[in-house]
């Protein structure tokens, strides 16, 4: 067997005890000297530990490796050291660690990988603690360490009942050789005390009280507020600027111009303004006179992109797979149909501005961002400026909302780039709102042009899709988020597919968006899948359960993941069930139903709307039926599911961007509406307990939440929705 855990990191060294000064146990993964100054929040007192300190007065500390940006993942993953740990939840503190570069799995919150990326190997860590303890209690004791079993917070001796708390044993704990996790106990599931009940998220008074928390909130005396002034038309460079003008504002304290990179993600080319408060910051770009050089973007227009993609829709693509004869079947059948769906450019829209709070002093970088991705920031930082990994410190602060966007790291690299220039001076630099919907890096627009026939028994015969999608200055390849695999839904469930592809060229920058693809592609497919239960005359739920057929597992061509029928179509029956399918609905009321697996999550959404006659749409209803295997935090769980389906609501409702000559036309919420508490519709949520390994839950409830929307659209009203977003469309009916 190879000697190493899940995560890579050698057994011997996994997990080290040892005793601190006032008799705390210290549980922590073998971790080199550096980076430790980062790995708490706490400036205070930097503890050469990881994720478990018992103190001598019994509280324990759980530290929390990953990113917080609202998934909970800050009191979800402690969770699970603390079942195994057998540790009472209302002793443990939770602390945010900075980052660590050898620390063992991906520091990042991203593609809902934090459960499954830690589940297993954050459960060896907990009973590894419990095992010493209970070593502790028998040597302490003098019995047999069969008699010793851990329970909240202390050990009992199961023939005499006596016990003795954690922190009593820390001492002699800390002094035992620690076990291979290979060799330590995991406890049985049906015994979880703590794991799948409902635990509030661990900041949430702190939130709710308005205490600091967000990368925006950092403060101090002698801080300095910074701009930095981007051209809007994306690949500009900045050449001159009244640089000594600006200079002399009241307030400003500096400003220069940034050259920047050629990298679109790391440091763009700029104008630096720096003063002491980030009001006079915002008010001296109105006199910032600047002259920019780069490509000619007149090209670069929605209107001419979605010319080009018509022109496209009957032409073939670059064929990424075809199976059986397409052509034949589509021009023999008796039903057959056409339609063209498309979706355009939308931000990300975290309500928390990029920010980035940077101080360069005594060769050493040092940040507080609120970063998904601290490790690219890190090394993109120590890159520009020749620094090495010791120089780069970098504090991760909760995030007031991400959904992929800042897993780019551009606003690292510019407060960086600032402190660089200012060194000794503490400098936080904000965007605006404006700023932050015009610089984004957008979830791609797309085209897709179908074609689909049914046969005699009401199945789908045949399926062929042109998608016509984008790539960043590039015909070649496509853009973050804007492909699709060869082994994308439904085609490996119809004998005879075709899914080919055209890529536009755009200056536009895209980015990984909350369930990334699968947030557009699950809506153009599961409504199309609509269209054809609608031609075959079979009610959507029958024609989706026949489409998946028996229960099995349905391998990948090597582009994508396996797919398990039978999760499918259990998901689907309970959303179904849930939301009461098969009811007789009056003219104007309709449900709709959708699933779609990613990011290893199987979820099905039931969507009961009203559209009244002069078109006037009303959301009543959403439910998930969901398998992500094991719930870690029913709360966080159900929190996770309702928010994604309300934030696929809202992004498909009103959102969206033009581009015009290279730029975003549009720069604030007015323009980009997100949905308001009175738009919002009852949520609910069903959860299937399988015993499959747990996956995440950030992203799986997104994608089919659209489609069910408009397929209950189209039951209500008789109209298809094939463009979004959905207000752009008449649903008036008589």
């Known amino acids: 067997m190879k000697n190493t855990t899940p995560e890579g990191i050698r057994r011997r060294d996994f997990v080290k005890a040892s005793i601190l000064a006032g008799g705390s146990l210290l549980l922590s993964a073998a971790l080199p000297t550096r980076g430790l100054r980062a790995a708490t929040a706490s400036s205070s007192a930097f503890e050469p530990n990881f994720y478990i300190k018992i103190t001598s007065e019994g509280l324990i500390r759980i530290i929390s490796k990953n990113p917080e940006i609202g998934q909970g993942i800050k009191t979800s993953l402690p969770m699970i050291i603390a079942e195994e740990l057998e540790a009472p939840w209302e002793s443990v503190t939770v602390e945010q660690a900075g980052f660590v570069k050898d620390l063992p799995g991906w520091q990042g919150a991203g593609g809902s990988g934090a459960t499954p990326g830690h589940y297993h190997a954050f459960r060896q860590i907990g009973a590894v603690g419990r095992t010493l303890l209970e070593q502790a209690a028998a040597k302490k004791w003098d019995i047999d360490v069969e008699r010793c079993k851990a329970r909240q917070g202390f050990v009992y001796d199961s023939e005499t009942d006596k016990k003795v708390a954690y922190q009593e044993l820390a001492e002699i704990a800390a002094e035992l050789p620690v076990p291979d996790t290979s060799s330590v106990k995991l406890k049985d599931p049906k015994d979880f005390s703590l794991l799948g009940k409902r635990i509030p998220g661990v900041d949430n008074e702190a939130i709710v009280t308005g205490q600091a928390l967000f990368g925006i909130d950092q403060q101090g005396e002698d801080l300095l507020y910074a701009a930095y002034v981007r051209n809007p038309v994306f690949g500009k460079k900045a050449r001159t600027a009244n640089i000594e003008e600006i200079k002399r504002l009241p307030g400003v304290v500096d400003a220069f111009i940034v050259d920047g990179t050629d990298d679109p993600f790391g440091l763009v080319s700029g104008i630096a303004i720096i003063a002491k408060d980030t009001w006079t910051t915002f008010r001296a770009q109105q006199s910032l006179q600047a002259v920019w050089s780069g490509p000619d973007a007149s090209e670069q227009n929605s209107f001419l992109f979605a010319e080009e993609a018509a022109q496209l829709s009957s032409k073939e693509g670059q064929i990424l797979r075809e199976d059986g004869d397409v052509a034949s079947v589509l021009s023999s059948a008796e039903k ?18 990029q920010n980035t709070t940077a101080l360069f002093k005594d060769g050493i970088m040092e940040l507080w961002s609120p970063t998904q991705n601290p490790g690219n920031g890190h090394g993109l930082i120590k890159d520009l400026f020749g620094l090495s990994d010791e120089q780069v410190v970098i504090h991760i602060t909760r995030i007031g909302g991400g959904f992929g966007r800042r897993l780019m790291s551009d606003f690292m690299c510019e407060a960086a780039a600032i402190a660089h220039r200012l060194p000794g001076k503490k400098i936080k630099l904000t965007w605006s709102r404006e700023q932050d919907m015009r610089q984004d890096y957008y979830r791609a627009a797309g085209w897709h042009h179908l074609k689909g026939a049914v046969d005699s028994s009401g199945n789908i015969s045949a399926w062929t899709n042109h998608f016509v999608t984008f790539g960043l200055n590039s015909d070649e390849h496509t853009g973050r988020g804007a492909g699709v695999s060869s082994d994308e839904f439904p085609i490996r469930f119809v004998p005879n597919a075709k899914l080919s592809q055209t890529i536009l060229s755009t200056s536009i920058p895209m980015g990984w968006w909350r369930a990334p693809g699968s947030c557009s592609l699950a809506w153009v497919f599961q409504s199309f899948i609509d269209e054809l239960a609608q031609l075959a005359n079979t009610d959507p739920l029958e024609f989706k359960l026949n489409l998946l057929g028996e229960d099995r597992k349905v391998p990948s061509s090597g582009r994508g993941p396996d797919y398990d029928a039978g999760r499918m179509k259990n998901v689907l029956r309970l959303a179904a069930t849930k939301a009461g399918w098969g009811q007789t609905l009056p003219r104007g009321e309709g449900l709709g ?28 209803k959403l439910v998930a039926g969901v398998d992500v295997g094991p719930i870690v935090n029913l709360s966080g769980a159900e929190n996770q599911v309702q928010g994604s389906m309300l934030d696929a609501l809202s992004s498909s409702l009103d959102q969206e961007l033009t581009v015009e000559n290279g730029q975003i036309r549009q720069g604030n919420f007015d323009e980009v509406p997100m949905l308001r508490i009175s738009q919002s519709p009852k949520v609910e949520v069903v959860f299937e ?18 489609p069910a929307i408009c397929n209950a659209i189209f039951a209500a009203t008789g109209k298809r929705v094939r463009t979004l977003p959905l207000r752009k469309n008449d649903l008036s009916w008589s």
Request: a negative charge.
């Open 689 to 706: 307990q399988s015993d499959n390994p747990p996956t995440g839950l950030g992203e799986p409830a997104f994608p089919p939440t659209a």
């Open 593 to 620: 139903l959708a699933f779609h697996f990613s990011h290893r999550g199987y979820v099905a959404v039931a969507a009961k709307v009203s559209v009244s006659q002069s078109g006037d749409l009303t959301v009543e």
């Open 336 to 353: 057959s149909i056409e339609a063209s769906y498309h979706y355009p450019f939308i931000p990300h829209s975290n309500l928390e501005p």
